[in-house]
């Protein structure tokens, strides 16, 4: 049976906070409880928009003393909806959303509620950025707590690889602070690790000199000559420099205006390129050439263009509200057969509005450095399969997971079998387990021990303590 909490209970606990309490039966309830993901229906007891660092540790407090279960909202974006819950309390981090950018020190603190693309307007209007979501409503925070990959992610590494340091309320309402010199251990697994140990109220992020304008975009290609761009693809990755991170996308075109309207609705293949350069250096339109030449070109969006732009070209396809499932493998290769098993999936996925689509990653460069500084799953593989699937009505979503999953399986005998957090629509403790390398794991419970033992926070790709 669900814990009832009192009026007079939420009324003290409503005074000590200096953000918003949000109940069932408020007006404003039914649009604080949803999250982006539209198969997630949960009804929470409370939720609590954080106005401060204070109001977390509160809140973290006031859970524990009745006993509520708690989840944390950063972006919303969680696919497995970790970002609510029934009966708990939702600590919604949204209003922590502040932006402050040392130039000089080439670093910037943001609060845990951030999403993108306060993130990069912030940090662009001096030239600066570091690995981000390629949607730009999806939040720092757990973005950069599982991983974190990007356009930049060849150049500049994961977004954990660029945390610096964290403001962290942990399971008794403590506040620590994590970095390389303080609670190093701790430090270590929130890179990688995902929200197992905390709420991360700050992140201090390390940026780089991007933009504002780089050499970046979209080729679309014909969907009956994936094999053959996939292909040339895998074989133009041999000698490409750090500065380019390119993912292909087996994919339907949208009725969007900048596709030819003879080709909405139609099998596409979308080559996405970013050079992490300067848009005018010579070497970056030399660099992207061969990308404009795979197949045979629908259209050719590959040409400088703003950061702050790439980062949100998809914003409109991936808006709020539809029901989504996504799961992932890394890959330790690109064979012929792995293209052809691509291939196949990519002709038997659903059409418009059903929305299906195989991510390849690129991975390499400065993604494969740092393996014992942070707990990223995998620092080897030079490529990460995403399998989406995304329906406008959470009824139909259950019958299209299959193509996902089967996906994922098919493609998992050319990989090491593990799966990128951050990518996973689902949870459960063995898939969590299998993850991670045995003996991260078993580092990452050593620490979930120490900051969490009773497993407040669960809502996550839970990491269960040992006594569990």
Not at 137 to 145: N, R
């Amino acid at each position: 049976m669900a814990h009832v909490l009192g009026k007079a209970t939420i009324n003290e606990f409503e005074a000590t906070i200096s953000g918003a309490v949000i109940k069932p039966g408020d007006t404003d309830y039914d649009a604080a409880r949803r999250v982006w993901n539209g198969s997630i229906e949960k009804h929470p007891a409370l939720v609590v928009r954080a106005a401060s660092t204070d109001d977390v540790v509160r809140t973290v407090q006031f859970a524990r003393s009745e006993g509520l279960p708690v989840a944390v909202r950063g972006g919303s974006h969680s696919i497995a909806g970790f970002s609510t819950c029934d009966d708990g309390i939702v600590i919604d981090l949204a209003g922590l959303n502040s932006v402050e950018v040392d130039v000089e020190g080439c670093r910037a603190i943001a609060g845990g509620g951030t999403k993108w693309k306060e993130f990069d307007a912030a940090t662009q209007a001096h030239g600066l950025a570091t690995t981000g979501g390629l949607v730009s409503s999806t939040g720092v925070g757990g973005f950069a707590l599982g991983g974190g990959i990007g356009h930049l992610v060849r150049k500049h590494g994961f977004t954990c690889d660029n945390v610096l340091g964290v403001e962290m309320v942990t399971a008794d309402g403590s506040v620590v602070h994590a970095s390389a010199d303080e609670n190093s251990e701790l430090f270590w697994a929130l890179r990688g690790g995902g929200g197992n140990f905390g709420v991360v109220t700050k992140f201090e992020l390390a940026l780089h000199a991007v933009g504002p304008t780089v050499m970046a975009g979209v080729v679309f290609y014909p969907g009956d000559e994936a094999a053959q761009v996939a292909t040339g693809w895998r074989d133009l990755l041999i000698d490409v420099p750090d500065e380019l991170s390119t993912i292909v996308n087996l994919t339907t075109a949208p009725p969007a205006p900048f596709i030819p309207e003879e080709w909405h609705f139609k099998k596409v293949v979308a080559v996405v390129a970013c050079y992490a350069g300067e848009a005018d250096d010579p070497d970056a339109e030399r660099v992207v050439k061969p990308l404009r030449s795979l197949g045979t070109p629908i259209v050719d969006l590959l040409g400088p263009i703003p950061y702050v732009d790439l980062q949100q070209l998809l914003d409109a396809l991936w808006g709020p509200g539809a029901a989504n499932y996504f799961t992932s493998t890394f890959l330790d290769a690109m064979p012929d057969a792995a293209i052809s098993t691509l291939v196949d999936f990519h002709q038997r996925s659903g059409d418009l509005p059903i929305q299906e689509e195989l991510h390849i990653h690129h991975l390499g460069g400065a993604a494969i450095t740092g393996s014992d500084a942070t707990a990223f799953t995998d620092r080897t593989s030079p490529f990460v399969l995403n399998c989406i699937t995304r329906t406008p009505e959470a009824t139909q979503l259950a019958e299209r997971i299959e193509w996902a999953r089967g996906a994922r399986d098919a493609m998992a005998a050319f990989g090491n079998g593990r799966t990128y957090v951050n990518f996973t629509g689902e949870g459960g403790p063995d898939k969590v387990r299998e993850a991670y390398p045995p003996e991260t794991y078993a580092r990452l419970q050593a620490v979930k021990d120490r900051y969490d033992p009773n497993n407040v926070f669960r809502f996550n790709q839970n990491i269960l303590p040992s006594a569990s």
